[in-house]
Nanobody
Framework: QLQLVESGGGLVQPGGSLRLSCVASGFKSDDYSIGWFRQAPGKEREGVSCVAGSGGHTHYADSVKGRFTISRDYAKNTVSLQMDSLKPEDAGVYYC?????????????????WGQGTQVTVSS
């Protein structure tokens, strides 16, 4: 059974850092693109950063470029998102998701498997 489990969310002050982790199980993760998405109250879910199954391609939303870094650890079946210089507008529920096949950046509708989400709050 394919499963994605996120961790690492929490409360952080503006300018601070958090590291989110997504552990994949039940499937060969390098066959899948893995992405991080977020959803703030009253807003649509948006792609934050995604990485191809091979790890050779990554995508970042313009709003997080230069501040967030996505990485894969194939030995641990884990995809991490290092978030630095956090801003209040980065707050929301962060979801990890998987998509099989061609890397399609962070197009939400192409991701079929989703974790339960982890809350990120950025506030002083």
């Amino acid at each position: 059974q394919l499963q994605l489990v996120e961790s690492g969310g929490g409360l952080v002050q503006p300018g601070g850092s958090l590291r989110l982790s997504c552990v994949a199980s039940g499937f060969k993760s390098d066959d899948y693109s893995i992405g991080w998405f977020r959803q703030a109250p009253g807003k649509e879910r948006e792609g934050v950063s995604c990485v191809a199954g091979s790890g050779g391609h990554t995508h970042y939303a313009d709003s997080v470029k230069g501040r967030f870094t996505i990485s894969r650890d194939y030995a641990k079946n884990t995809v991490s998102l290092q978030m630095d210089s956090l801003k209040p507008e980065d707050a929301g529920v962060y979801y990890c998701a998987a998509s099989k096949g061609t890397f399609r950046l962070c197009l939400v509708l192409t991701y079929d498997y989703w974790g339960q989400g982890t809350q990120v709050t950025v506030s002083s």
